[in-house]
């Protein structure tokens, strides 16, 4: 039976709105989730699942690693079917130029306490014999994990629920108010706390909200059994994931349990249309064969796309919203959601209990521009 109000009321049972609501549950917080749609029915159902220390900015730096941890806290009790794997990551140079970048890299993780090893020409062969003969080298990252980010999705709603949390679907939210979200139908579920968790729909409910639609390309490919072991990304993909960049095209490939192998990744701002462009696949396979060659011989199975909630900071906003201090922004988690929903909800689990954060959250506060919709 519904309550007649709740400690919290969350916004979006994609993988944000689910780590919020685990998280806020496991913490004694009486939690409705309203979602429109289902749970895992938009960009968290799209994506790679890399689950990775991510260094494009020293706040993501400690939001990921901090995103790695809780996962990891969870690993034991995580069913098959998430796929949870600590595969690790090579991220590797496209030539020697390049080699400076790994350097760099390597000189952030090991500053940070993250275990991270520079690999030779050599050494990246042996660990991957299908890469390129002449790409010189990789930073290697043993402690990333790659899961399926769908039935990531769904376990955490359903530990959300098992921890007292309601799932109200389907369930539209039309506004927010003082007093709770109002649903399509009028109604005001009534909640001390909102947590918008919308994805790339948050300027919907905040118009002003600068979250734009990044949309991303993956093929899934069917190679011959042990084509590639690890999460393997060109190192500077990072560079392409800045959100003033426009069109980009990077290599990021990611074996699965299942023997499938997913290709990224590209970010076009192109509007919200899931629409998959083939040019944009050739260019993506044409970006691949540069790092594994004989991936132009290997079916491609599937293509899709997915919309990256886009923030304008570059990093996701998580905090009170201005002028509605019980309005919790969790969004613009752009391409590192899946690798920081849990610790996205311990982040607002923070600020509902008024407790001191995990990290530091004054980068993630969201601006002063939202405004009430
Ligand atoms: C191609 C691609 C690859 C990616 N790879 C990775 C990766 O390897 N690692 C990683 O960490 N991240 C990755 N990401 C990023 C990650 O997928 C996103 O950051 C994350 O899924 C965002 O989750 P979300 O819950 O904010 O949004 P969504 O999953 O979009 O969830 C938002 C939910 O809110 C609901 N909603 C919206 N408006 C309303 C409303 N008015 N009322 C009720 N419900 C509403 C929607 O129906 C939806 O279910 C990738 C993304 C893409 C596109």
Not at 110 to 137: F, I, T, W, Y
Not at 305 to 329: F, Q
Request: hydrophobic share 40%.
């Amino acid at each position: 039976m519904a309550r007649a109000s709740y400690d919290v009321a969350v916004v979006g049972a994609g993988i944000i709105g689910c780590g919020c609501a685990l998280e806020l549950a496991g913490g004694g917080r009486s939690v409705v989730v309203l979602e429109s749609s289902g749970v895992a029915s938009d960009t968290s159902c799209r994506a790679m699942g890399h689950v990775g220390v991510y260094d494009d900015s020293p706040a993501q730096f400690s939001l990921s690693r901090f995103g790695v941890e809780c996962w990891n806290s969870l690993a034991p009790d995580l069913p098959p079917e998430v796929d949870y794997v600590r595969r690790g990551a090579l991220w590797i140079a496209a030539d020697e130029s390049e080699m400076a970048d790994v350097e760099a890299k390597l000189g952030r993780y090991r500053a940070a306490g993250v275990e991270a090893h520079v690999v030779d020409g050599r050494e990246l062969r042996r660990m991957e014999p299908q890469l390129a003969p002449d790409l010189p080298g990789a930073l290697w990252v043993p402690g990333d994990i790659v899961l399926d980010a769908a039935e990531a999705t769904r376990f955490l709603a359903d530990r959300a629920r098992s921890l007292g949390a309601e799932l109200r679907i389907p369930s539209r939210v039309r506004s927010l108010t003082e007093d709770g979200p109002r649903l399509d139908d009028g109604r005001v579920v009534r909640a001390e706390f909102t947590v918008l968790a919308a994805g790339w729909r948050a300027p919907e409910l905040l118009p002003g909200l600068d979250i734009r639609p990044r949309k991303g390309h993956i093929a899934m490919l069917a190679p011959p059994a042990g084509f590639v072991h690890h999460q393997l990304s060109e190192v500077g993909y990072v560079r392409g994931s800045q959100p003033g960049v426009a069109d980009v095209i990077s290599f990021s490939l990611q074996p699965r349990s299942s023997g499938r192998c997913l290709l990224g990744a590209t970010r076009q701002y192109v509007g919200p249309s899931t629409e998959v462009d083939p040019t944009v696949i050739r260019r993506l396979l044409e970006r691949a064969r540069r790092f594994v060659p004989a991936i132009g011989d290997v079916p491609v199975e599937r293509t899709w796309t997915g919309l990256r909630p886009a923030g304008a900071r570059g990093v996701p906003y998580i905090g009170p919203v201005a002028d509605h201090p019980r309005w919790i922004l969790a969004a613009a988690h752009e391409g590192i959601g899946i690798t920081t929903a849990i610790a996205t909800g311990r982040l607002v689990t923070s600020i509902v209990a008024g407790t001191p954060p995990a990290i530091p959250l004054e980068p993630f506060r969201p601006g002063p521009e939202p405004g009430p919709g």
